[in-house]
């Protein structure tokens, strides 16, 4: 299944997509793609009922509706850093021994075709298209990767948009360079795993200003979904509806020599391979 979230910021409906043209509203049965969604049944009833209304001609067509993120603003957003081994080249670190984890606001969740702003102060923005894995029930302390595997709801396209110079010039972590307001894009659908052959085997790019930057392969991943899943629940409860960006492949502003940075006006397309594609505006300090 294909779940999207149509309307205005903030009265977003959820709606499942049927094919370019047609989505099936199920606004008047799910409140929304929620935690209490997600940890409920929520994924097995929606099947049944799409069906049951497609086979009705309860259905439908897209009219320009704005898109918003997939899911609802979750409990937490957790990044994966250098997870490809062609971007921790260009970046200069070593490949991580273990998942380098770092967080991300959650309030910095946007839809894919949503303005992002740059921050006040700003100089160094950059561009990460991601793999971004929806947990879909509580995790703690997963011992298999088969456990992981049900505990994963979906996959979605994110950008995680960065400021360098707040991530790695202005001390401490990396979470000041990762939490301004709309600086995870995500969507335009959560893809249930049985719509993909392969998660491991997905292509992935992204252009700015109609320049390709980046183009990648989950191919090249160092740790796949399953194992970031169970690896991330030894340290902390992951719930239902949170989202985890699993890092991005080579091409962002901060590997090119001389480095690029995004400028007002910029437009960032991205995509992954049976994942959707995204289009953002890039626009001036509030
Ligand atoms: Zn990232």
């Known amino acids: 299944m294909y779940l999207m979230r149509l309307g205005p910021v903030g009265s977003e ?15 008047d049965t799910v409140p929304d ?14 099947g049944p009922l799409v069906a049951e209304r497609t086979a009705a001609g309860s259905v439908q067509s897209f009219a320009g509706e704005r898109v918003g993120a997939p899911i609802a603003r979750p409990h937490q957003i957790l990044c994966i850093g250098l997870n490809y081994a062609d971007h921790a080249a260009e970046t200069g ?26 921050p006040r102060g700003s100089t160094k923005v950059d561009w990460e298209v991601e793999l ?3 947990i879909g029930r509580r995790a703690s302390y997963l011992e298999t990767e088969a456990e992981a595997r049900e505990a994963v709801a979906g996959f979605v396209v994110v950008n995680d948009v960065s ?5 790695t010039e202005r001390g401490g972590q990396w979470s000041k360079g990762k939490s301004a307001e709309t600086f995870n894009p995500a969507g335009p659908w959560l893809v249930t795993p049985d719509e993909i052959d392969d998660v491991l085997d997905l292509d992935m790019w992204l252009d700015v200003s109609g320049v390709r930057r980046q ?33 991005t492949p080579p091409g962002v502003g901060m590997g090119l020599r001389p480095p690029v940075w995004l400028q007002a006006g910029d437009v960032m397309e991205l995509g992954i ?8 505006v890039v626009v001036a300090p509030r």
């Not at 400021?163 to 991530?167: D, G, L, N």
């Not at 796949?224 to 902390?236: E, K, N, T």
């Not at 391979?273 to 953002?280: A, F, I, N, P, W």
């Open 13 to 27: 409906k959820p709606v499942v997509r049927l094919d370019e043209q047609h989505y099936v509203d199920v606004s």
């Open 132 to 134: 971004g894995v929806v």
């Open 93 to 118: 670190m070593d490949l991580p021994t273990e998942p380098i984890l770092f967080t991300k606001s959650p309030n910095t969740l946007v839809g894919p075709h949503d303005d992002v702003r740059l």
């Open 215 to 247: 183009t990648g392969s989950t191919k090249t991943m160092v740790f796949d979904p399953y194992f970031i899943v169970r690896y991330l629940s030894q340290f902390m409860v992951l719930e239902p509806g949170d989202l985890i960006n699993t890092g």
């Open 273 to 280: 391979e049976g994942l959707g594609t995204q289009r953002q």
């Open 33 to 46: 793609f929620d935690e209490t969604f997600f940890g409920g049944d929520g994924l097995a009833r929606l």
């Open 163 to 167: 400021e360098r110079a707040f991530q």
